[in-house]
């Protein structure tokens, strides 16, 4: 059995409405070694992968399949809209 990794997850906008109130849009979530964002973000719930913007440890990441460390610090952003 896989050894459980801590990942911070911080969900923006509209996306914060998938975590508790209460919880600011901040979650904690024990994974499991060598879970995916991919993963991660199936986990979390319906988010459109092919719109949505993901940090990681305060830096932009478009490769879904990188394996999440113990201790990163995951942010998702919904598409940036202007007008």
Known sequence: ??????IEVRLFANLREMFPKESRGVKE??????????????????I????VIIMQNGRR???FEK?????????????????
Do not use: H, Q
């Open 1 to 6: 059995m896989a050894e459980k990794i801590k």
């Open 29 to 46: 979530f024990g994974v499991p070694e060598g879970f995916s964002i991919d993963e991660l973000v199936d986990l979390i719930g319906e």
């Open 48 to 51: 459109d992968k092919s719109t």
């Open 61 to 63: 990441e478009k490769d």
């Open 67 to 83: 394996k999440l460390k113990s201790g990163d610090r995951i942010a998702l952003f919904p598409p940036v809209g202007g007008g």
